[in-house]
C-alpha cells in the first residue's frame, strides 16, 4: 500500500500561481501513475492531468497549456503546477495513484490522497 498526502493548497488571486505537492510513503511512487482531480462543492470529481512512471503526461483540456505535472522519485513526490489560475478552478485537488496516466477516471485509481483546498478568487 502506498499513502498520499497533498500540501500546497491555499488562497490566491485570478492569474496567479499555485503548486501542489502530493507525497507518497509506506511505497515509492516510482512504480505508479499518479493522476490529479479536483472537485468542486456539488460537483463530481474531475480528471485534471496524470503522469505516468516515465515521465509521460496527460492532460484535461481545461487545464492544458496552464497546469503542468512533474514528479521528482528520489524525494517520492508528484507536483502539479498552477499558473493562470482561474476562479473556476476552485476545488479541493487530490492525487491518486493508479496503474496508467493514460487512465481518467475517479475509478480507475487504487489509492487517494485526503485533497487540499484551492481558492481563486477575482
Known amino acids: 500500500q502506498v499513502q498520499l498526502e497533498e500540501s500546497g493548497g491555499g488562497l490566491v488571486q485570478a492569474g496567479g500561481s499555485l503548486r501542489l505537492s502530493c507525497a507518497g510513503s509506506?511505497?515509492?511512487?516510482?512504480?505508479?501513475?499518479i493522476g490529479w482531480f479536483r472537485r468542486a462543492p456539488g460537483k463530481e470529481h474531475e480528471f485534471v492531468g496524470a503522469?505516468?512512471?516515465?515521465?509521460?503526461?496527460n492532460y484535461a483540456d481545461s487545464v492544458k497549456g496552464r497546469f503542468t505535472i512533474s514528479r521528482d522519485n528520489a524525494k517520492n513526490t508528484v507536483y502539479l503546477q498552477m499558473n493562470s489560475l482561474k476562479p473556476e478552478d476552485t476545488a479541493v485537488y487530490s492525487c491518486?495513484?493508479?496503474?496508467?496516466?493514460?487512465?481518467?477516471?475517479?475509478?480507475?485509481?487504487?489509492?487517494w490522497g485526503q485533497g487540499t483546498q484551492v481558492t481563486v478568487s477575482s
Open positions: 509506506g511505497r515509492t511512487l516510482s512504480t505508479y501513475a
Open positions: 491518486a495513484a493508479g496503474s496508467s496516466y493514460e487512465y481518467t477516471r475517479r475509478s480507475d485509481y487504487e489509492h
Open positions: 503522469i505516468s512512471w516515465r515521465g509521460n503526461t
